[in-house]
Nanobody
């Protein structure tokens, strides 16, 4: 069992920055990737970024590459998403997820999810 809690969402203007945090607890030894996904109203939940739990491997969606950075602090069991140069198209509920190593860019790779945190970017 793994528990995840996101925080840091809010309302910002285009061009601003936000940092999201994901606190993990429980039995995390079987977690090989941590990911961030987002879901806008009327759209499917989409991949944003993922990071290996014990290597430096990172993946980013093309839509956020160069603007978003994922990082982790294993000692504190935290995962971060630094979001810069935010655009209205980034508006969504952002979810933290914990899962395996086989398909880290896919939703079904992640059995554990947080409750989500709302990010709203005004133009």
């Amino acid at each position: 069992q793994v528990q995840l809690v996101e925080s840091g969402g809010g309302l910002v203007q285009a061009g601003d920055s936000l940092r999201l945090s994901c606190a993990t607890s429980g039995r995390t030894s079987s977690t090989y990737f941590m990911g961030w996904f987002r879901q806008a109203p009327g759209k499917e939940r989409e991949f944003v970024t993922a990071i290996s739990s014990n290597t430096d491997a990172r993946f980013y969606a093309d839509s956020v590459k160069g603007r978003f950075t994922i990082s982790r602090d294993n000692a504190r069991k935290l995962v971060y998403l630094q979001m810069n140069s935010l655009e209205p198209e980034d508006t969504a509920v952002y979810y933290c997820a914990a899962g395996g190593a086989t398909r880290p860019l896919m939703r079904d790779n992640y059995p554990y999810w947080g409750q989500g945190t709302q990010v709203t970017v005004s133009s």
